[in-house]
């Protein structure tokens, strides 16, 4: 489902990318798998859906090795990056090779072999309860089996193209 490169984009879709990165979001690694195959990539697609029963959406695009294997898994993790992780974004973004990403950063696992990152602001684990394809997208529904909160400086966040400290959306951490 390779999207075309050489196909026109409208003014509407230009500016709607513009309009979205105006958006300040908290960045997430979400990981899925198991110990024979996992993955996890750098995502700001990532809301509450439900307090009842608590519940969030993922967003993936279609043409992702993590949206392929969350077709198949039953859970997954979003894992919410501390304020001074932009190292871990980078490697799970696609600065790392899919096998080198979990050498950045404190990964652990589940019993059932999903990985989380320790030192992340929060950890939140899900079982997936629906995949609905949308566009270019998958829309990820998990329900939230547990939840895992540690102390930190605050969530990392990204806005208009630039990494920001938790209260200075449009300003540079470093």
């Keep these: 489902m390779s999207q075309d490169p050489n196909r026109p984009v409208s003014p509407v879709e230009t500016a709607f990318r513009q309009a979205m990165r105006r958006f300040a979001s908290t960045v997430t690694v979400i990981t899925g798998g198991n110990a024979a195959r996992r993955h996890g990539m750098t995502a700001t697609a990532v809301t509450s859906l439900a307090m009842n029963p608590p519940s969030l959406l993922v967003c993936l695009n279609r043409e ?13 993790c979003v894992n919410v990056l501390q304020a001074e992780q932009e190292d871990i974004s980078a490697a799970f973004a696609g600065k790392f090779s899919a096998q ?75």
């Design 64 to 76: 992702t090795l993590l949206n392929d294997i969350m077709i198949d898994a039953r859970h997954f």
């Design 100 to 174: 080198e990403r979990f050498g950045v950063g404190d990964w652990d696992h589940t019993e059932t072999g999903l990985p989380f990152l320790r030192t992340a602001e929060v950890n939140i684990f899900c079982r997936k309860s629906a995949a609905l394809p949308y566009g270019s997208h998958t829309i990820l529904i998990g329900e939230v089996e547990d939840v895992r909160l540690n102390e930190g400086p605050g969530p990392l966040v990204y806005h208009d193209g630039r990494y920001c400290a938790p209260g200075a959306v449009g300003k540079d951490v470093t």
